[in-house]
């Protein structure tokens, strides 16, 4: 660890200011984290000193351009093991590689009949790309249940893992209840049965080392701008074959080879789905926020994580009236927290937060299937990551008991 | 404490209606019904109408929401009853413009909203615009399929 937790903060300037009289705590990092100066500074370095188009030019900035442009696709490749560098293509976010891989790779394997299976935790992003599918091919959409505690349930999912499975497309972190999939098992069971392993990696970058060839996946889709990258910056990881065997998803600049008056051929897997001027800042940005994080180390961020989630969850079950979605042991826990206060609806509960400093998410989070599966509306949810402290989780357990009581009495 | 500028959006009225809201139920054999949805929260309001003489003679609504959206609902029941669909129209214009901060002076929107102009402080919350707006969205809708004849779904 070239780092030191407790300097952390001071690489985050955003979380050192006050608002509404209060001092911020930022506890919505599962809907985007904040940025350490040195993303800040990569990012303007490149438009200060390197800006060009990449690829294309014989100049110098060009080639600075190009150069850290091809130099994140290795900081991803080590980051998440994969074989080779070609295997991560850049997207926009988790949502596209989701969808391309629906568009592209699920059109070729998916025939009528088959079945697609996904779990009631997912996000949207990993449910309407395979609904559109599924009516395109006449396929059927599977959802595999959640025990009483919020977790996966294996055995339903050994159930509706078939012969007939041609995609399992699991998240492998909860973005509501903060649980972990066991990605590896499903993979394998997946397989077994002569299906393809996608993995939305959305939740699960930003916290814990994933390790693509040791899951045995076959996709992972996942963003930058959870994991201290920019917005706009995602990656697709497929395996080369199952890359190979896809169509570009977008024609024209940047991913041809030759262009003639009637056909044209394009370039290689990554770079035939890398239609248009790419996010170049974007994907260097990216790449500092992967240094940033390997500079942290991920055993570093885990345990820290941990720490919080196990000093705040006894704390929020102590309160009388507050529900918490998803398993109440810790060790069970990413930083995502999930709860409801009893007659207050969490949109009222996130406005009292904010004005008492605490940034929190109130809503459905993209997870309408898993709010009806709870038979509840809503959640608020505090998301923690690796730069938040104790005396954050001491702010919101204060914030929450002032917001109890101003609902209650109609003032404090 | 800056939970105590909640009071600017938590006025006791609105709690009051929040906690009890007026025409919250079911209409039997009502002219029209309308169901609107807050996309962003999962909000869900369904609105019933009853027409009589070219007035609205009865209403009630359901479906969940936040404090802000079943305050704003349950006043918005009680100022419309006996209005034609030019003056909720108007209603509905003035809110609108109250809620987002447009500028006009208080007692225009009381003379025009009645107790519904207690939620101008929701303007100071622009995060919670749509909660407010909901309810008057769906009047808005509802009467403007009544002057189609059709039932909103």
Redesign the interface.
């Known amino acids: 660890m070239v780092k030191k937790m407790n300097e952390i903060c001071r690489d985050f300037p955003i979380l050192n200011q006050i608002v509404?009289?209060?001092r911020l705590v930022y506890l919505d990092n599962a809907a985007t984290s904040q940025k350490p100066k040195e993303v800040i500074d990569a990012v303007s370095n490149y438009f200060l000193r390197d800006n060009a188009n990449v690829h294309r030019g014989v100049h110098t900035l060009a080639e600075r351009a190009t150069e850290q442009f091809e130099q994140t696709r290795f900081k991803v490749k080590n980051l998440i093991n994969a074989k080779s560098e070609r295997e991560i293509v850049y997207t926009k976010g988790t949502t596209e590689g989701l969808n391309w891989v629906a568009v592209s790779f699920g059109t070729q394997v998916v025939k009528s009949g088959d079945e697609i299976v996904v779990s009631y935790m997912e996000h949207h992003s990993n449910i309407v790309p395979w609904q559109i599918l599924c009516e395109k091919t006449g396929a059927k959409l599977k959802y595999v249940k959640l025990t009483k505690n919020g977790e996966l349930d294996f055995e339903d999912a050994k159930e509706k893992i078939t012969a007939k499975t041609k995609i399992v497309s699991i998240a492998q972190a909860s973005n509501v209840m903060g649980v972990v999939n066991p990605i590896k098992e499903l993979a394998k069971l997946a397989h077994e049965n002569g299906a393809y392993m996608v993995v939305d990696g959305a939740q699960s970058l930003p916290h814990m080392k994933v390790d693509v060839q040791d899951l045995d996946v076959d996709f992972l889709a996942f963003s930058g701008h959870k994991m201290l990258g920019p917005t706009g910056i995602g990656i697709l990881f497929g395996k080369m074959e199952l890359l190979e065997r896809m169509s570009p998803l977008e024609y024209g600049g940047e991913m041809i080879d030759f262009v003639e008056l009637d056909h044209s051929t394009f370039k290689e897997v990554p770079w035939k789905f890398e239609g248009g001027t790419q996010n170049i800042a974007g994907v260097i940005g990216l790449g500092a926020a992967i240094d940033y994080l390997q500079d942290v180390g991920y055993e570093e961020i885990e345990k820290k994580e941990h720490e919080l989630v196990e000093y705040v969850l006894p704390k929020l079950l102590q309160i009388d009236g507050l529900t918490v979605y998803g398993p109440k042991e810790p060790d069970k826990h990413t930083g995502v927290i999930s709860f409801n206060l009893d007659g207050?609806?969490?949109?009222?509960v996130a406005?009292?937060l904010?004005?008492?400093?605490v940034a929190v998410r109130?809503?459905?989070h993209c997870a309408?299937p898993l709010?009806k599966y709870l038979k509840i509306?809503?959640t608020v949810r505090a998301s923690f990551y690796f730069y938040n402290t104790k005396a954050d989780a001491d702010q919101l357990i204060k914030?929450i008991l002032?917001?109890k009581e101003?609902?209650k009495h109609?003032?404090? | 404490m800056a939970l105590s500028r909640l009071d600017n959006l938590y006025r006791q009225m609105i709690l009051e209606h929040a906690d009890h809201p007026h025409h919250h139920g079911v209409l039997e054999n009502s002219d029209h019904q309308l169901e609107l949805r807050n996309p962003t929260c999962g909000d869900v309001l369904i609105l019933q109408l009853k027409m009589e003489d070219g007035k609205v003679s009865d209403i009630a609504f359901s479906g969940e929401g936040c404090t802000i959206s079943q305050a704003s609902a349950s006043m918005m029941t009680d100022e419309v009853i006996g209005k034609t669909p030019n003056e909720i129209e108007k209603m509905v214009v003035a809110f609108s413009d109250m809620v987002t901060g447009k500028a006009e002076t208080e007692e225009d929107y009381e003379e025009i909203l009645g107790d519904a102009s207690i939620l101008e402080g929701v303007a100071q919350f622009p995060a919670r615009i749509k909660c407010a707006t909901l309810a008057w969205k769906a009047i808005y809708q509802a009467l403007g399929e009544n002057n189609k004849g059709v039932d909103g779904q």
């Not at chain 1, 207050?344 to 009222?348: K, V």
């Not at chain 1, 904010?354 to 400093?357: A, Q, R």
């Open positions: 509404n009289d209060e207050i609806h969490p949109h009222d406005t009292a904010d004005m008492e400093g109130a809503g459905h309408q709010m509306p809503a914030a002032a917001t101003f609902f109609g003032t404090i």
